[in-house]
């Protein structure tokens, strides 16, 4: 008996394993090159005095208290913490007049606290700087130029900054390119990347973690919480931020910051780029497009 045979059907016709090249999943080329426009809507807040009315509205609808209005001295004084800041946009929600406006605006990474700290009205005394912070900074920017070892710490954040800092391994960002990897020990790092508002069981680990990292090293404080505490800030099982602990090099403002915040703050804690944020003040040729 002859065995019958089946033909299997015909197989469709493949097209291209890949499809066009999507502009947002492509390398960037950013520090070494220009920024290019960020994707999506613009996420910074904006305070724009000549609009202000003093109403204080915003201030009542943000949930960190990152700003506040103030009309006891004459002048109205506002002054807008992007260290408290969650990016949420609330405050411009319910501006009455439309002086809360969103920017697009990412390298918002600091050297010093009081610069996250926005003030319109009377100028406030100006700051000393610090002599011992300098030299550091110079022996940090000689010995780590080409290549440095990172130590990330969560200090009981809710993983949306970690999100973002394991970003930084993806082929779009590719700290890597740079001379920058995140190791896994304290011995074998030069820096600490800190995330969350350094709970109280955290606190021991943390200080632990950085008496372990060789010297000379710094800290980079993450996000909202690792600023200030974010919305954790009043809470006594937090110690409300990096910066309570342990000494902060640079401060990189979100909820949680970009990857190109991070790269940013990074490249600025090596000393390659110029601090682009000073007393809150975002620059004017930063501002990509009309504020919303």
Aim: aromatic share 4%; net charge neutral.
């Amino acid at each position: 008996m002859t065995e019958r045979t089946v033909d299997p059907p015909p197989r469709p016709a493949r097209g291209p394993l890949l499809g066009p090249a999507d502009p947002a999943a492509s390398p960037i080329r950013y520090p070494l090159g220009p920024l290019e426009p960020p994707v999506g809507p613009p996420r910074t807040p904006l305070h724009r005095a000549e609009r202000c009315e003093g109403t204080g509205a915003c201030a009542r609808a943000c949930p960190t208290d990152a700003i506040s209005v103030d009309r006891s001295l004459g002048p109205t004084v506002v002054e807008l913490d992007y260290g408290k800041c969650l990016f949420c946009g609330l405050c411009i929600d319910a501006c009455p007049s439309g002086a809360m406006a969103s920017v697009r605006f990412e390298e918002m990474a600091v050297r010093d606290r009081a610069d996250l700290r926005l003030r319109h009205g009377p100028p406030p005394p100006p700051l000393a700087g610090s002599r011992l912070a300098d030299e550091v900074r110079e022996r940090v920017r000689r010995l780590y130029g080409d290549s440095l070892a990172i130590r990330a710490v969560d200090a009981g954040s809710c993983n949306g900054c970690e999100v973002e800092v394991a970003a930084l391994l993806w082929p779009r960002y590719d700290l890597e390119r740079l001379g920058i990897q995140l190791v896994a020990s304290p011995r074998h790092a030069d820096a600490l990347i800190v995330t969350g508002p350094v709970t109280r069981n955290m606190r021991l680990a943390l200080e632990k973690t950085y008496r372990a990292v060789p010297g000379p090293s710094f800290v980079v404080a993450v996000g909202a919480c690792g600023i200030s505490g974010g919305p954790f800030r009043d809470s006594p099982e937090v110690e409300g931020g990096v910066d309570r602990v342990l000494p902060v090099e640079v401060y990189v403002p979100g909820c949680p910051p970009s990857p190109v915040s991070l790269l940013y703050g990074l490249w600025l804690a090596l000393g390659k780029v110029d601090q682009r944020l000073a007393r809150g003040e975002i620059p004017a040729d930063a501002l990509r497009g009309p504020p919303r």
